[in-house]
């Protein structure tokens, strides 16, 4: 009957069939962003469930963001439309804690009794622990980079082999691209959607968000103010037109943007829609303070969710697998995203070479020592505090606010929304 299983296993991945028919155990698994994480999810079910053939793996509609996926998430828990294991932003993972919604995996961890020699440094899964809990397992992380269009770098007096290392250089260089006339813009700094890319400029500033305590707003201190006033420079001074997330990226990969800043997990599908067009290269992101600057890590955590025991098992072995040095093997090549798994990063099994053969993604990995946590706002307003961010950046960029101005609304608004303790 085992053999007889394995067979008809491989017989149907064989045919294109995602699922046994045979499954004993079905999980039903939530992820964010379909447009970077589709088709690895496809990947990593197809060959987990070649694996584990007595395991389907059921994706339920995903969700377009982190913050939409959260929301979503915490809508459904303790109702029967909750999935069994989700995948959420790593600055989203506080939330479930403080409301128990996830499952702690540290008796997992302990019943396992060797993560460190599966890739599951003690740092790694730090990535995903908040206080005591060790709420899931990174699953793809990532750290914003500096993309740019060497041909129009070269265009305006710039060595493509030499890319800017401080933000003036930068922001000089985007005004020059921005002379060149023909529709060219100089920089587009992905600041829409979150509070990840401010927290780039902060915490390369060294600031923080909160004061140790966290009952106090501490991104307006002078860190915060320089981070708005960059982002003010780089409209005035390095030709960064207001852009939506989506014209950003058409714009990019059109040729018409000099300098992109956002995620390495962009990284596959920038190369992908680029193409042949212009000479794509990238760099790392330039720090307001080289000594103590630091960067956020982006990306997201797999998280139990199932209060099934019987299903608890199969969701371990699945949070596992995905978030191992296999999965990690297809994440990094698939987006862009650095590993988040050890064990991947040194074996020649699974990513020793693959950096040698793909310069591009070597910014991302050469800044994995800058690496702090993404930044979870405590209590029930994340998403709002969040977006408070967000909308007052928006004021600078759109010149109706000054930076002054614009830090000091979101800094009154984000300490009311905080918890009153």
Same mark, same amino acid.
């Given at each position: 009957?085992?053999?007889?299983?394995?067979?008809?296993?491989?017989?149907?991945?064989?045919?294109?069939?995602?699922?046994p028919a045979f499954a004993e155990t079905t999980l039903n698994v939530h992820y964010p962003m379909p447009g970077f994480f589709k088709d690895v999810m496809d990947v990593i079910s197809r060959k987990f469930m070649e694996e584990n053939p007595d395991i389907r793996i &059921?994706?339920? #509609?995903?969700? @377009?963001?982190?913050? /939409?996926?959260?929301?979503?998430?915490?809508?459904?828990?303790?109702?029967?439309? #909750?999935?069994?294991?989700?995948? !959420?932003?790593?600055?989203?993972?506080?939330?479930?804690? /403080?409301?128990?919604?996830?499952?702690?995996?540290?008796?997992?961890?302990?019943?396992?009794?060797?993560?460190?020699?599966?890739?599951?440094?003690?740092? !790694?899964?730090?990535?995903? +622990?908040?206080?005591?809990?060790?709420?899931?397992? @990174?699953?793809?992380?990532?750290?914003?980079?500096?993309?740019?269009?060497?041909?129009?770098?070269?265009?305006?007096?710039?060595?493509?082999?030499?890319?800017?290392?401080?933000?003036?250089?930068?922001?000089?260089?985007?005004?020059?691209?921005?002379?060149?006339?023909?529709? &060219?813009?100089?920089?587009?700094?992905?600041?829409?959607?979150?509070?990840?890319?401010?927290?780039?400029?902060?915490?390369?500033?060294?600031g923080t968000m909160l004061s140790p305590d966290e009952k106090k707003v501490a991104f307006n201190g002078p860190e915060g103010k320089a981070a708005v006033e960059l982002v003010s420079r780089m409209v005035k001074e390095g030709g960064m037109p207001v852009f939506t997330?989506?014209?950003? /990226?058409?714009?990019?990969?059109?040729?018409?943007?000099?300098?992109?800043?956002? =995620?390495?997990?962009?990284? +596959?599908?920038?190369?992908?829609?680029?193409?042949?067009?212009?000479?794509?290269?990238?760099?790392?992101?330039?720090?307001?303070?080289?000594?103590?600057? +630091?960067?956020?890590?982006?990306?997201?955590?797999?998280?139990?969710?199932?209060?099934? =025991?019987?299903?608890?098992?199969?969701?371990?072995?699945?949070?596992?697998?995905? @978030?191992?040095? %296999?999965?990690?093997?297809?994440?990094?090549?698939?987006?862009?995203?650095?590993? &988040?798994?050890?064990?991947?990063?040194?074996?020649?099994? %699974?990513?020793?070479?693959?950096? /040698?053969?793909?310069?591009?993604?070597?910014a991302g990995l050469s800044q994995m020592n800058l690496m702090i946590p993404w930044y979870a706002f405590p209590g029930t307003n994340g998403v709002k505090v969040t977006q408070t961010i967000v909308d007052n950046l928006s004021r600078v960029v759109e010149q109706s606010?000054?930076?002054?101005?614009?830090?000091?609304?979101?800094?009154?608004?984000?300490?009311?929304?905080?918890?009153?303790?």
């Amino acid at each position: 009957m085992h053999f007889l299983r394995k067979t008809i296993a491989a017989a149907a991945i064989a045919t294109g069939l995602c699922v046994p028919a045979f499954a004993e155990t079905t999980l039903n698994v939530h992820y964010p962003m379909p447009g970077f994480f589709k088709d690895v999810m496809d990947v990593i079910s197809r060959k987990f469930m070649e694996e584990n053939p007595d395991i389907r793996i &059921n994706f339920v #509609s995903p969700s @377009a963001t982190y913050e /939409e996926g959260i929301q979503t998430i915490m809508r459904q828990a303790g109702t029967s439309e #909750s999935p069994d294991i989700t995948f !959420i932003g790593l600055n989203r993972l506080r939330m479930l804690a /403080e409301r128990n919604v996830n499952v702690d995996l540290k008796p997992f961890i302990t019943r396992d009794g060797n993560m460190a020699e599966q890739g599951f440094s003690d740092h !790694i899964l730090r990535l995903a +622990r908040v206080g005591d809990q060790q709420v899931g397992l @990174a699953f793809a992380t990532s750290n914003p980079i500096m993309y740019y269009n060497a041909d129009l770098v070269r265009a305006a007096g710039g060595d493509p082999d030499q890319p800017p290392k401080t933000w003036d250089e930068v922001i000089a260089l985007g005004g020059k691209i921005k002379a060149l006339g023909n529709g &060219n813009d100089g920089i587009d700094f992905r600041w829409q959607g979150d509070d990840w890319m401010f927290s780039a400029l902060l915490f390369g500033a060294g600031g923080t968000m909160l004061s140790p305590d966290e009952k106090k707003v501490a991104f307006n201190g002078p860190e915060g103010k320089a981070a708005v006033e960059l982002v003010s420079r780089m409209v005035k001074e390095g030709g960064m037109p207001v852009f939506t997330k989506q014209a950003g /990226e058409q714009a990019f990969v059109a040729g018409k943007v000099g300098f992109a800043f956002q =995620t390495t997990g962009a990284l +596959r599908n920038t190369i992908k829609n680029v193409g042949d067009k212009f000479d794509l290269r990238t760099a790392q992101i330039p720090l307001l303070d080289p000594e103590k600057g +630091r960067l956020p890590t982006g990306g997201n955590a797999v998280v139990i969710l199932t209060r099934d =025991t019987a299903k608890q098992d199969a969701a371990w072995k699945f949070a596992k697998f995905a @978030a191992g040095p %296999y999965g990690a093997s297809v994440v990094v090549p698939g987006t862009g995203y650095v590993p &988040n798994n050890e064990l991947a990063a040194k074996s020649d099994e %699974y990513l020793a070479d693959f950096y /040698e053969k793909n310069p591009l993604f070597k910014a991302g990995l050469s800044q994995m020592n800058l690496m702090i946590p993404w930044y979870a706002f405590p209590g029930t307003n994340g998403v709002k505090v969040t977006q408070t961010i967000v909308d007052n950046l928006s004021r600078v960029v759109e010149q109706s606010a000054t930076p002054d101005e614009a830090l000091a609304d979101a800094a009154d608004e984000v300490q009311r929304l905080l918890p009153r303790r």
